[in-house]
Antibody, heavy 120, light 107 residues
């Protein structure tokens, strides 16, 4: 059974940093791309970032480019999202998702998400 | 960047009705289009990828069509459990933008 468990969310002041983690199990982690998708309270889905199966290709939404960094550790079956220079508009539930292939594509499994609140 | 729009933004239909949701890309994306269903309080569920390929386990009343810039998601016979918000997403090239969503409920 595929499981994705996010952690690392919380309350942070504007300008602060957080690192989200997503522990994956139930599939061959090194074979699939992974994504982060966020959803602000009462709003729609926003794709944030993606990373290929090898980690050699990374992708970002314009809204987070230069502030967020995605990475993965296949020895730990974990994908990370380092978030710097956080803004109020980054407040959202952040979901980790498994892509269907080794390169970024549609997402067939989603974690429950971790809430990030940016506020003073 | 390629923008995604959806119409309508919401709809209300009766059980058994045929429901069609449209997704439009501002530039051609071939068939790199997915549809997701998100029920209230739940995580999104992949329904269709490649514009028309049904994800395993998804009821056959769901279908997708289109290519290029115009796509549709059709529910052939709306059921009470289909109450949800539906999102399209392009994945031809980054950023892999979602549409704004279409909220479906029962009349």
């Amino acid at each position: 059974e595929v499981q994705l468990l996010e952690s690392g969310g919380g309350l942070v002041q504007p300008g602060g940093s957080l690192r989200l983690s997503c522990a994956a199990s139930g599939f061959t982690f090194s074979s699939y791309a992974m994504s982060w998708v966020r959803q602000a309270p009462g709003k729609g889905l926003e794709w944030v970032s993606g990373i290929s199966s090898s980690g050699g290709s990374t992708y970002y939404a314009d809204s987070v480019k230069g502030r967020f960094t995605i990475s993965r550790d296949s020895s730990r079956n974990t994908v990370y999202l380092q978030m710097n220079s956080l803004r109020a508009e980054d407040t959202a539930v952040y979901h980790c998702a498994k892509d269907r292939w080794g390169h970024s594509s549609s997402c067939d499994y989603w974690g429950q998400g971790t809430l990030v609140t940016v506020s003073s | 960047d390629i923008q995604m729009t959806q119409s309508p933004s919401s709809l209300s239909a009766s059980v058994g009705d045929r429901v069609t949701i449209t997704c439009r890309a501002s530039q051609g994306i071939s068939n790199y289009l997915a549809w997701y269903q998100q029920k209230p309080g739940k995580v999104p569920k992949l329904l269709i990828y490649g514009a028309y390929t049904l994800q395993s386990g998804v009821p056959s009343r769901f279908s997708g069509s289109g290519s290029g810039t115009d796509f549709t998601l059709t529910i052939s016979s709306l059921q009470p459990e289909d109450v949800a918000t539906y999102y399209c997403q392009r994945y031809n090239s980054a950023p892999f933008t979602f549409g704004p969503g279409t909220k479906v409920d029962i009349k």
